[in-house]
């Protein structure tokens, strides 16, 4: 089995790199977060890899990635439409996942039951 440490150090490179780009186009929220979670990556991956092991340290990357990659959607569209109607729009997308997180688990006994 293959560490997942090369992993790591390539993807805090590339949230390094993404932060630097986002400070020269002038997000500056966007290039903190990226910056944050390399840091996050960084010095936490001992600890992710001790408590959840190489599957788990790719996992948890994998996610923080989602979030920023996330919080860089709703830059953009704030560069776009605006910041009210990003912010409008990340909550109604919050609902929704708060939603099918709630309704996934009632349709899944739903199907063992059949009703």
């Given at each position: 089995?293959?560490?997942?440490?090369?992993?790591?150090?390539?993807?805090?490179?590339?949230l390094?790199?993404?932060?630097?780009?986002?400070?020269?186009?002038?997000?500056?929220?966007?290039?903190?977060?990226?910056?944050?979670?390399?840091?996050?990556?960084?010095f936490?991956?001992?600890?992710?890899?001790?408590?959840?092991?190489?599957?788990?340290?790719?996992?948890?990357?994998?996610?923080?990635?989602?979030?920023?990659?996330?919080?860089?959607?709703?830059?953009?569209?704030?560069?776009?439409?605006?910041?009210?109607?990003?912010?409008?729009?990340?909550?109604?997308?919050?609902?929704?996942?708060?939603?099918?997180?709630?309704?996934?688990?009632?349709?899944?006994?739903?199907?063992?039951?059949?009703?």
């Amino acid at each position: 089995m293959e560490s997942a440490a090369p992993v790591i150090s390539q993807v805090s490179l590339l949230l390094i790199l993404g932060s630097g780009l986002a400070l020269i186009i002038g997000l500056r929220s966007l290039a903190g977060t990226l910056f944050a979670s390399a840091l996050l990556i960084l010095f936490c991956a001992p600890f992710l890899a001790a408590a959840l092991g190489d599957r788990g340290m790719a996992l948890a990357a994998m996610v923080i990635l989602i979030f920023i990659l996330l919080h860089a959607a709703r830059s953009m569209v704030g560069l776009f439409i605006g910041e009210a109607a990003a912010n409008t729009m990340t909550g109604a997308l919050a609902a929704d996942v708060v939603r099918y997180l709630v309704r996934i688990p009632a349709l899944i006994v739903r199907r063992i039951f059949g009703w």
